[in-house]
């Protein structure tokens, strides 16, 4: 049986999602964007990617964050996505925000790491082949790198944007020193940084706490975040035990001696407070991540259309109030 020919929804865009504008830019995203981090690499089913990159375009998510070593194995995630983008998603291109990033182990020897003008651009050609693209919208570098001159990477990003292979650069989990000089390197030089990606949630504060949002903030630079929901650990998944197949089990990042009793009883005392609210854990605490008003977008990850599907719905609930963001506190910090 050949596969339909894929026709978005006609109603994508009144479906409920909500944009919010990166920094200071014309640039809106979905309050959920799709990362492509796991569950879209080549040991995973091409249907099941198919499906849940057609249900986030139908419901109004425009952006789909990648990088080169996504998978597993590195590149299949933007291999997959290719095939994604030549089966279905061409026609829409110019209704996609497409995003892609280098700075982590992707080949060997010592151009395939960290920042070099070799690394980056040798590494936005070989995803352009990938994805089956021409540009992507944001090319981020991935981290910092130490070693390499500050000044040779963030050339690199400028030149980039200028060979018309991206439209806009970011950066990922820089520390707050070396962002600040790359949002006046970049400001200098007439490309502005459209984005901080960093890791945020309920049990990792580390934008919050060291600055990075307000940093972002003032330097009209939108902030996305990923993990909202700790791998997992801030939904339900994990309150009575090591579920089989879940992420612990299958011995991914997320490792065993994370779910220590203190955390457990956590999550259980979250879990009650989400209940008390008409809320599911995993949505409170994407919704706690999308309190914040310089929050560009979050970063959602998903190994079913099912799961996909609760993430977005839990932007159906009121915002959290006050008060039960003062409780989410007195529970974790």
């Given at each position: ?50 499906a849940m990159a057609h249900y986030a375009f139908d419901k109004g998510i425009t ?174 998944r994990y309150l009575n035990g090591i579920p089989e197949h879940s992420r612990i ?35 409170m605490a994407l919704q706690w991540v999308l309190a914040d008003a310089r929050v ?38």
């Open positions: 049986m050949i596969d339909p020919i894929y026709s978005p929804a006609a109603g994508r865009y009144e479906s409920g999602m909500k944009y919010r504008r990166a920094g200071r830019s014309g640039i809106l995203l979905p309050e959920i964007s799709l990362g492509l981090w796991h569950n879209f690499g080549d040991v995973n089913p091409l249907a099941n990617s198919l952006h789909f964050d990648l990088a080169n070593n996504y998978g597993p194995s590195y590149g299949s995630a933007e291999e997959t996505f290719g095939m994604i983008m030549k089966k279905s998603f061409a026609p829409y291109r110019d209704e996609l925000f497409i995003s892609s990033k280098a700075g982590y182990d992707m080949w060997p020897g010592p151009y395939g790491n960290w920042g070099s003008r070799k690394y980056l651009m040798a590494s936005l050609d070989q995803s352009l082949r990938r994805m089956n693209l021409d540009y992507v919208d944001l090319f981020y570098s991935h981290r910092y790198d130490p070693e390499t001159p500050l000044e040779e990477t963030l050339q690199a990003l400028v030149d980039i944007v200028r060979q018309g292979k991206a439209l806009y650069v970011g950066i990922s989990r820089w520390p707050l020193d070396a962002a600040q000089k790359a949002y006046g390197y970049l400001e200098a030089h007439d490309i502005h940084c459209l984005l901080y990606q960093g890791r945020y949630n309920i049990f990792d504060r580390q934008p919050q706490e060291e600055g990075i949002l307000e940093q972002a903030a003032n330097n009209g630079t939108g902030f996305i975040g990923f993990s909202p929901l700790a791998q997992g650990l801030l939904t339900d089990a299958n011995g991914g990042h997320l490792k065993k001696e994370a779910l220590t009793p203190e955390t457990v009883s956590t999550i259980a005392a979250l879990d009650k407070l989400a209940k008390k609210g008409g809320r599911t854990l995993a949505g560009s977008s979050v970063i959602v990850g998903a190994s079913s259309v099912e799961q996909l599907s609760k993430n977005v719905k839990a932007l159906d609930a009121p915002a959290l109030s006050p008060e039960e963001l003062a409780e989410i506190d007195s529970i974790t910090c």
